[in-house]
């Protein structure tokens, strides 16, 4: 049994311009690959965290309301660790992504526009129990294997527009997180 639990209603919803605000994340890791590099060392493997949908068919990342209590970074690692079961480090925002959702109209949003505020989210822990466990399945896929079985196509555009291009620029630097 699950000791956290997901917020729900939408007494607290953010809106702006006639669009639901909501915050997301592209949760990443790096796992040992096979593979060496020239110098012998163990070559990492760059994997995106999915969840399923709930639905329809295709892989989604975490994303939810961004509420009035909280900041939008915050609303990101709470629909991680609500959905994906998982918490880490906001590392990177990636940007602002527009999309017409098809299941959330009401009064304030009566067309369904949504502005989506993603982040990169580094994991540092996958829980055992999570608030929506029952309903979610988290699957580690390469970016590559992310884009062909993403969902939607403003997420696939966090995904290569903002999160690739991102984590491109800042490895070149030779940090680590």
């Known amino acids: 049994m699950c000791d956290l639990v997901a917020r729900t209603g939408r007494h607290q919803q953010r809106y702006?311009?006639?669009?639901?605000?909501?915050?997301?994340?592209?949760?990443?890791?790096?796992?040992?690959?096979?593979?060496?590099?020239?110098?012998?060392?163990?070559?990492?493997?760059?994997?995106?965290?999915?969840?399923?949908?709930?639905?329809?068919?295709?892989?989604?990342?975490?994303?939810?309301?961004?509420?009035?209590?909280?900041?939008?970074?915050?609303?990101?690692?709470?629909?991680?660790?609500?959905?994906?079961?998982?918490?880490?480090?906001?590392?990177?925002?990636?940007?602002?992504?527009?999309?017409?959702s098809k299941t959330?109209?009401?009064?304030c949003c009566p067309e369904g526009m949504c502005r989506a505020a993603v982040f990169a989210l580094h994991v540092k822990e996958e829980l055992d129990s999570w608030p929506e466990q029952s309903t979610r399945r988290r699957t580690w896929l390469t970016v590559s294997e992310a884009t062909s079985q993403c969902r939607y196509e403003w997420m696939q555009q966090a995904l290569l527009t903002g999160f690739s291009d991102w984590h491109a620029n800042w490895s070149k630097g030779g940090d680590s997180i």
């Not at 070559?43 to 329809?56: A, R, T, W």
Request: proline share 3%; hydrophobic share 35%.
């Open 104 to 107: 959330h109209q009401d009064a």
């Open 16 to 100: 702006e311009d006639g669009r639901r605000l909501v915050a997301g994340c592209i949760p990443f890791r790096y796992r040992n690959s096979s593979n060496k590099t020239s110098d012998g060392e163990q070559k990492k493997l760059l994997e995106v965290l999915m969840i399923n949908s709930q639905s329809g068919p295709g892989l989604l990342f975490p994303k939810g309301g961004w509420e009035n209590d909280e900041t939008v970074e915050q609303a990101a690692a709470r629909e991680a660790v609500e959905e994906a079961g998982v918490r880490g480090d906001i590392v990177q925002f990636l940007g602002f992504y527009d999309f017409k």
